[in-house]
T-cell receptor
Framework: GENVEQHPSTLSVQEGDSAVIKCTYSDSASNYFPWYKQELGKRPQLIIDIRSNVGEKKDQRIAVTLNKTAKHFSLHITETQPEDSAVYFCAATSDTGFQKLVFGTGTRLLVSP | DADVTQTPRNRITKTGKRIMLECSQTKGHDRMYWYRQDPGLGLRLIYYSFDVKDINKGEISDGYSVSRQAQAKFSLSLESAIPNQTALYFC????????????FGDGTRLSIL
């Protein structure tokens, strides 16, 4: 089955810096890669996703890149702000039959003013 | 707003008790999921359901059972709770076609003494 590894487990940056979180996956059939943000005590919320037919997707300060050959994908946050502080989860799945997301173990991002 | 609602939000109980966590949704989604979240382990899939007549085991189904009472309702039961089932439990829903984003409820924090 699919296995997703996520690094780093914690990341501290200064406000205005960029942050990068990396994930690797094991199943070459995986073709959908969402990223979720979970603030303290809140539900995980989808912030961006990418499908395997594209290599990069951007939404304002957030971007995701995908390298299918190397089986890794990354989340990039530019011009970080204190409200970006949260735990971020990557996930992967294939559409063979049913969508079973396999999540990474999370990255705690702390943005200091 | 269409949403995913979990009850109760918090529950403290004793070893050996039977517990039911409930999830209802107004999104009109066919697919529903139960996840468990433990610190450092991310989100792990317990059970998932296509529709009312479909129930499938996830990664960590031992010790749990589910019931899909209607399209909008999906319940998780712990028949005889044990302390290592202490965790944060999330219900999620998604649309049916291809890979669709999963939408999470606010979670149930369960403590078993």
């Amino acid at each position: 089955g699919e296995n997703v590894e996520q690094h780093p487990s914690t990341l501290s940056v200064q406000e205005g810096d960029s942050a990068v979180i990396k994930c690797t996956y094991s199943d070459s059939a995986s073709n959908y890669f969402p990223w979720y943000k979970q603030e303290l005590g809140k539900r995980p919320q989808l912030i961006i996703d990418i499908r395997s037919n594209v290599g990069e997707k951007k939404d304002q300060r957030i971007a995701v890149t995908l390298n299918k050959t190397a089986k890794h994908f990354s989340l990039h946050i530019t011009e970080t702000q204190p409200e970006d502080s949260a735990v971020y989860f990557c996930a992967a799945t294939s559409d063979t039959g049913f969508q079973k997301l396999v999540f990474g173990t999370g990255t705690r991002l702390l943005v200091s003013p | 707003d269409a949403d995913v609602t979990q009850t109760p939000r918090n529950r403290i109980t004793k070893t050996g008790k039977r517990i039911m966590l409930e999830c209802s949704q107004t999104k009109g989604h066919d697919r529903m999921y139960w996840y468990r979240q433990d610190p450092g382990l991310g989100l792990r899939l317990i059970y998932y359901s296509f529709d009312v007549k479909d129930i499938n085991k996830g990664e960590i189904s031992d010790g749990y059972s589910v019931s899909r009472q209607a399209q909008a309702k999906f319940s998780l039961s712990l028949e005889s709770a044990i302390p290592n089932q202490t965790a944060l439990y999330f219900c999620a829903t998604s649309g049916s076609f291809g890979n669709q984003p999963q939408h999470f409820g606010d979670g149930t924090r369960l403590s078993i003494l």
